[in-house]
């Protein structure tokens, strides 16, 4: 189906184990963006791309590494979890900003619990 | 530090009632968007205002952006148990080619039948 999905939609782990969450868009947008949501904290952008293999850090990034080698999938890794990464994730995806109009498209989101 | 501030936090009213959300900013944007997000999915984008004093109808809701493109209100008038969600304003910034979002803690809002 087109449009912006994420897997897993639900994941548990323990403190210290590696995590990766999947991303995949079907409409060749070229920028790409993660966020964590958290109660007290709205939506912060962890990490953005806006390109295959341009990627940059966000206002979270810390714990966090990102690729994109193909321009559809843009997955996030938790390399070491800790509790305090025990959020809500989103991905998000826009086309390249022509204007002021621009739309992002956001992901139904993975929900990570890290014990 | 939050850019946007959002208010109030939690609105509960019953259907039928009017509203207005408030998100306010000390910094300028180019142009602000509304989302709305219900429990388990992602924001949608409602929509972006772009002119300071830009008023935009969709519906029931009204949206406003401020003369100075710092603050904005969304209004709703007789509220229905569907208008029930999480309500965000996300500034965009224009200083670099991203155009970036800043978001706001968001304002949750319970309409009761």
């Known amino acids: 189906d087109a449009g912006i999905t994420q897997s897993p939609r639900y994941k548990i782990t323990e403190t210290g184990r590696q995590v990766t969450l999947m991303c995949h868009q079907t409409?060749?947008?070229?920028?790409m963006f993660w966020y964590r949501q958290d109660l007290g904290h709205g939506l912060r952008l962890i990490y953005y791309s806006a390109a295959a293999d341009i990627t940059d850090k966000g206002e979270v990034p810390d714990g966090y590494v990102v690729s994109r080698s193909k321009t559809e999938n843009f997955p996030l890794t938790l390399e070491s979890a800790t509790r305090s990464q025990t959020s809500v994730y989103f991905c998000?995806?826009?086309?390249?900003?022509?204007?002021?109009?621009?739309?992002?498209?956001f992901g139904p989101g993975t929900r990570l619990l890290v014990l | 530090t939050q850019l946007l501030e959002q208010s109030p936090q939690f609105l509960s009213i019953q259907e039928g009632e009017n509203l207005t959300v408030y998100c306010n900013s000390s910094?300028?944007?180019?142009?602000l968007q509304w989302y709305r997000q219900e429990p388990g999915e992602g924001p949608v984008l409602l929509v972006t205002?772009?002119?300071?004093?830009e008023v935009k109808k969709l519906k029931r809701l009204t949206f406003q952006f401020g003369d100075a493109r710092k603050d904005s209100s969304l209004h709703i008038t007789a509220a229905q148990p569907g208008d029930t969600g999480l309500y965000l304003c996300a500034g965009v910034d224009r200083g670099s080619t991203l155009g970036r979002l800043y978001f706001g803690r968001g304002t949750q809002l319970t309409v009761w039948p």
């Open positions: 910094s300028v944007f180019s142009s």
């Open positions: 998000a995806s826009r086309e390249r900003p022509r204007g002021s109009q621009e739309t992002q498209y």
């Open positions: 409409w060749s947008h070229s920028y």
């Open positions: 205002v772009v002119t300071g004093g």
